[in-house]
């Protein structure tokens, strides 16, 4: 059975505490694993897709790694505004390439 | 202006009252979703669409249905509601000309049902 699973499922760092938000999975086939952010009652917002393992993707303090069974949001010096639920999801091995979500991390950065 | 809307933000109703609610996208993508979201439970697939004439069921069609009127609008209908459907419902597009490509979101709607 497919799963995606992402931990912890709450974080609370001071402003400056880097760390790192896992997402691990058992999927047939990964063909991909994208990372969403969602601010309350807001609509998940694209951070990035990572395609086979080894990669990585930076966006600011944002850095997405993946291995063949997990992916890790690293958070480098975070600030307050950073805080939100962060999601990843993985595509089924369906011909429709459905996404499955994990039930996200909440962060919230302390001032 | 938004590249995926979605109408109305809020709605308050009452059990076995229809409801529906609407998504219309400018991004030209082919693909369009319905997804509803609850505490704890993350998002879940209700329809999904590949075009006007293609319409799936998703993990929890029951108690829903959806009409895509045109490539840039997919409705999603609550014939009977009932208080579990009590959720945010959100609207995603994506363009399935590319593969595996990214899916965008709308801001979505909280719907309670009293």
């Known amino acids: 059975e497919d799963q995606v699973t992402q931990s912890p499922e709450a974080l609370r760092l001071q402003e400056g505490e880097s760390s790192s938000l896992n997402c691990s999975y058992t999927?047939?086939?990964?063909?991909?694993l994208f990372w969403y952010r969602q601010d309350p009652g807001k609509g998940p917002e694209f951070l990035f897709t990572l395609y086979s393992a080894g990669e990585e993707k930076e966006k600011e303090r944002l850095k997405a790694t993946l291995t063949k069974k997990e992916s890790f949001l690293h958070i480098t010096a975070p600030k307050p505004e950073d805080s939100a639920t962060y999601l990843c999801?993985?595509?089924?091995?369906?011909?429709?390439?459905?996404?499955?979500f994990g039930t996200g991390t909440r962060l919230t950065v302390i001032p | 202006d938004a590249d995926v809307t979605q109408t109305p933000r809020n709605r308050i109703t009452k059990t076995g009252k229809r409801i529906m609610l609407e998504c219309s996208q400018t991004k030209g993508h082919d693909r369009m979703y319905w997804y509803r979201q609850d505490p704890g439970l993350g998002l879940r697939l209700i329809y999904y669409s590949f075009d006007v004439k293609d319409i799936n069921k998703g993990e929890i069609s029951d108690g829903y249905s959806v009409s895509r009127q045109a490539q840039a609008k997919f409705s999603l209908s609550l014939e009977s509601a009932i208080p579990n459907q009590t959720a945010l419902y959100f609207c995603?597009?994506?363009?399935?000309?590319?593969?595996?490509?990214?899916?965008?979101f709308g801001p979505g709607t909280r719907l309670t049902v009293l």
């Open positions: 999801a993985v595509p089924l091995l369906t011909g429709a390439n459905n996404l499955f």
């Open positions: 995603a597009t994506r363009n399935g000309r590319l593969g595996l490509d990214t899916q965008y």
């Open positions: 999927v047939s086939g990964l063909r991909g």
